[in-house]
């Protein structure tokens, strides 16, 4: 796993993208008018970039198979400048204004309910070639969970999607709190790091 530089950026935002175009639960975010002009490119390089600009690390797999935006809570910043800008382009081109109001409520409804300890806190995961997956998967769980061991600290992340939820408790994660958002489960979930790190 590599962390990326700027000049990857965009080659991140097309795995999103590629990886997200089969997943009616993000395209369904996108009015229909927009995502025939590149809605779901550029709601992918708003999450991307808010990443990248605040500071926490967006990953590549080493066979550049996936993509993985991480947040470590204790050092990610985004100043209201960028932040505003980065929300103004995805509003304008990606979510509409709507959508983006919307998304803007979501993340904070979700950030209340996470938990407040410093945290690595996996915002997502997108894979290229789902065929590949299995081995990109488990290069992501083998770097992210080291990282936690040797910060010690606890990987943090939601989800909506019972069988990625199903893989995640496969992989030693457990939820922590089970609500709903606008009807649909969402689950919190965390991996605690080993004690001693590695």
Not at 68 to 75: A, E, F, I, S, Y
Not at 142 to 152: I, V
Request: glycine share 10%; aromatic share 10%; hydrophobic share 40%.
């Amino acid at each position: 796993m590599r962390i990326a530089s700027e000049q990857d950026l965009d080659r991140a935002v097309r795995i999103l993208e590629k990886a997200f175009a089969r997943v009616p639960a993000v395209t369904g975010l996108i009015p229909r008018r927009l995502l025939a002009r590149g809605g779901l490119y550029e709601l992918c390089r708003y999450c991307v970039e808010l990443v990248f600009r605040g500071g926490g690390p967006v990953y590549f797999s080493d066979d550049e198979n996936g993509v993985c935006l991480v947040q470590d809570t204790r050092t990610f910043r985004l100043d209201g400048r960028t932040s505003a800008r980065i929300h103004l382009r995805v509003a304008r081109r990606g979510l509409g204004w709507a959508g983006a109001v919307m998304a803007l409520l979501r993340k904070k409804w979700l950030a209340r309910l996470r938990t407040r300890e410093p945290q690595l806190y996996v915002w997502m995961i997108g894979l290229e070639d789902p065929g590949l997956g299995r081995q990109t998967i488990f290069e992501f769980r083998k770097s992210l969970f080291a990282l936690s061991d040797r910060l010690g600290l606890p990987i943090v992340a939601e989800n909506a999607e019972e069988g990625n939820r199903l893989v995640f408790t496969r992989f030693g994660f457990v939820c922590y709190r089970e609500t709903r958002w606008m009807g649909k489960p969402v689950w919190f979930i965390r991996r605690d790091p080993e004690v001693g790190g590695v």
